[in-house]
């Protein structure tokens, strides 16, 4: 996307500090989750001051969770792993809720149900991941196998239907060599499912039924994670099973449970245009711009690639 200037060297040539399309696709994946959330919990009358600093613990958690899980199951220190911060914050969530009730309690800043926060969190999710797939897209990373390697029944279907990368600073270039090639559309077909799976909770949210929106949303969202695995060529560790696949099943028995076990309660009836209200207000803008530049930062400074930048002057125009 760009580069900055960042060491000069004793040759007069800068190096430089490369800016990625990959973090701004994912800047807009952490904003529309973010968004949504935002819309979904303020539809249901919960203020805005507790739906931002509940956004800010779960982001605290999730962002610095998808380097530190990518770290320890691909060996590799300059990654990300959207997985992993999604595990991280489906068992996170229910205790950052009781944690925001305790902190707020009596102020009727965070008065909600459980299952209602997950809900959002959930479908803020789906739609999150589903658009940053743009961004695996862009870098070339999360790459499907090869055409000719996939069960003959899926070749007939993706043998015109496919992706080609081009580029070696494409991670399908440099990890695997398969830049040329033709590759099941992995990421594409997971913005698919994702998307939908995010206006399918947001109906169940919208209809009053927060329990299947938080369920619904989990299982579509990690049923596929768990099965596309299974149609990727990027290293995902040297398990049969990965670990992005346990924690998949993981999430799905974990929200089933949670489901089950809530205590059934009356959910508030959601008002669409009170959500949408909320994006107006001057602070919350505010507080979306940040949020954006921050996640760009953190995800848009490329850690696998560098750049070299020499300046002159048009001695024609002097």
Not at 123 to 144: D, K, L, N, P
Not at 195 to 207: D, H, K, S, T, V
Request: glycine letters at 8%.
């Amino acid at each position: 996307m760009g580069s900055v200037p960042k060491v000069k060297e004793s040759d007069g040539v800068w190096r430089g500090t490369n800016l990625t399309w990959y973090g701004f696709f994912n800047a807009n994946a952490y904003l529309l989750g973010t968004v949504v959330m935002f819309v979904l919990l303020s539809s249901v009358r919960v203020p805005t001051l507790g739906v931002v600093c509940f956004a800010v613990a779960l982001l605290a958690v999730c962002m610095p969770a998808s380097r530190l899980i990518a770290r320890w199951v691909e060996k590799k220190k300059h990654t990300f792993s959207v997985a992993g911060a999604s595990f991280a914050g489906i068992v996170v969530c229910p205790l950052l809720v009781v944690a925001m009730k305790h902190v707020f309690d009596g102020h009727g800043f965070f008065d909600i149900g459980m299952l209602t926060a997950m809900a959002a969190v959930a479908v803020g999710y789906a739609f999150g991941e589903g658009t940053g797939r743009i961004a695996c897209i862009s870098f070339g990373c999360c790459y499907g196998k090869p055409v000719s390697e996939l069960p003959r029944f899926l070749r007939k279907i993706f043998s015109k239907c496919n992706f080609v990368f081009t580029g070696k600073t494409k991670k399908i270039a440099y990890a695997h060599g398969l830049d040329g090639d033709h590759v099941f559309p992995v990421q594409a077909i997971t913005a698919v499912i994702y998307c939908f799976a995010g206006m399918l909770g947001i109906w169940l949210f919208l209809e009053g039924f927060h329990a299947d929106a938080f369920f619904f949303t989990v299982a579509i969202t990690q049923i596929w994670r768990f099965l596309s695995e299974f149609l990727r060529a990027d290293y995902r560790g040297g398990l049969r099973i990965s670990a992005y696949q346990i924690m998949s099943a993981l999430s799905v028995c974990y929200a089933l449970l949670l489901a089950l076990l809530a205590s059934p309660a009356h959910y508030p009836k959601a008002m669409i245009t009170d959500g949408l209200a909320v994006l107006w207000d001057p602070g919350m803008i505010l507080f979306l711009q940040l949020l954006w530049i921050v996640s760009f930062l953190y995800t848009g400074r490329s850690q696998v690639t560098t750049s070299i930048m020499s300046f002159s002057v048009k001695k024609d125009r002097i």
